[in-house]
């Protein structure tokens, strides 16, 4: 009830009378004034004017359940979302629920994780006010295949920064997203597969919102959206926005079953292309032109001799000549 009474107050610029919440949600009067009291002492303002209503004026900064759900409007992605204050890892909470049977579409949520996980076994530092979030999905999909999400979320996550922010977010092959440079979230996909089908994937999306600082050693190459604004960000719809545009594309990728439908956008997107950059593979290095990602996902490269390359996300990590882009 309280959700969708702040969806309500959410779609109304002005005041909302008692009577229009009560004919919307066929419940009285005071069964929404009650809920109105329980939704102030959870840190939301709400103005109660005698004969005009109520007005949402300000919510709190949190990414609670509701606050997520309250923007939320697909149809299998988020169907349920667990929220928690403090876990290790959402993807590591994520595939221990997939081992016990947990439902597709399920959204892991946590204001901090004390043992984040990082792609190539690295650590995902993560204090709060910013978001990591774990999707669990459970495709028909061949394993092969698999890698192709990767590619997938990086676009959903930047085509949800530029609409809601408003800020020219792009992508870092193969999913990395960057804002002037830096990077500002980065994709863990991880999966479980049975002979050559997957059994389950977990995507986990890390975004850099209210972070006001970074350490010494990551100021150079990670940004926030807090940076690059000078301004807060409600999360909740920041983790819709992305829960939105990520069904979206998911869909699409399930019936296509490659990247042909979204290549030419994510290679608009792609701060790679057109530069050289740094090949690393196995502590060997070698410098390329980046020229896009092919149907399968793989950034296709010119090599020192001029010849075309297809290079296998996972295998080769790709960094700008001086400096992370
Ligand atoms: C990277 O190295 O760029 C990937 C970072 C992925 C971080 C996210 S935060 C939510 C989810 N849970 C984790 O432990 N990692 C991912």
Redesign the pocket.
């Known amino acids: 009830m309280k959700e969708k009474i702040l969806k309500l107050l959410l779609k109304k610029e002005g005041y909302l009378s008692g009577e229009e919440i009560s004919n919307e949600l066929g419940v009285t009067r005071t069964a929404i004034w009650k809920n109105i009291q329980k939704l102030k002492t959870m840190g939301y303002v709400i103005d109660s004017v005698t004969n005009r209503g109520y007005k949402l004026v300000s919510q709190p900064d949190l990414i609670g359940k509701m606050s997520v759900r309250q923007y939320l409007e697909t149809n299998e992605i988020g169907n349920e979302i667990l929220f928690f204050d403090e876990v ?5 909470m994520v595939k221990k629920m997939a081992e016990e049977g947990a439902n597709h579409g399920l959204v892991f949520i ?1 204001e901090r ?1 004390t ?6 076994g ?1 650590e ?1 530092i ?1 204090p709060r006010g910013n ?4 999707i669990l999905l459970r495709p028909d999909l061949l394993a092969e295949k698999a890698s192709m999400l990767t590619l997938v979320s990086a676009l959903a996550v930047a085509k949800a920064i530029r609409n809601l922010t408003g800020l020219e977010a792009q992508i870092k092959w193969p ?2 997203i960057v804002l002037n440079g830096k ?1 500002i ?4 996909t991880e999966s479980s597969t049975d002979l050559e089908f997957v059994n389950y994937i977990v995507v ?4 850099n919102v209210n972070q006001k600082e970074f350490t010494e050693d990551l100021d150079e190459k990670a940004t926030s959206l807090w940076l690059e604004l000078s301004d807060e960000i409600n999360r909740g719809k920041l983790i819709a926005t992305i829960l939105q545009e990520f069904e979206y594309y998911y869909i699409k990728f399930i019936q296509n079953l490659n990247l042909s439908f979204l290549k030419d956008e994510y290679n608009s997107l792609l701060v790679n292309v057109g530069r050289e950059v740094k090949m690393i593979e196995k502590n060997k290095e070698r410098i390329c032109k980046a020229i896009g990602i092919d149907e399968d996902g793989s950034l296709l490269v010119e090599n020192e001799k001029g010849i075309r390359e297809a290079i296998i996300s996972g295998e080769v990590s790709v960094r700008g000549l001086y400096s992370y882009v």
């Open positions: 290790g890892s959402t993807n590591v946590s994780q043992a984040g996980r990082g792609r190539r690295r995902w993560s978001c990591y979030f774990s999913n990395d990077k979230c980065g994709i863990l986990g999306i890390g975004v």
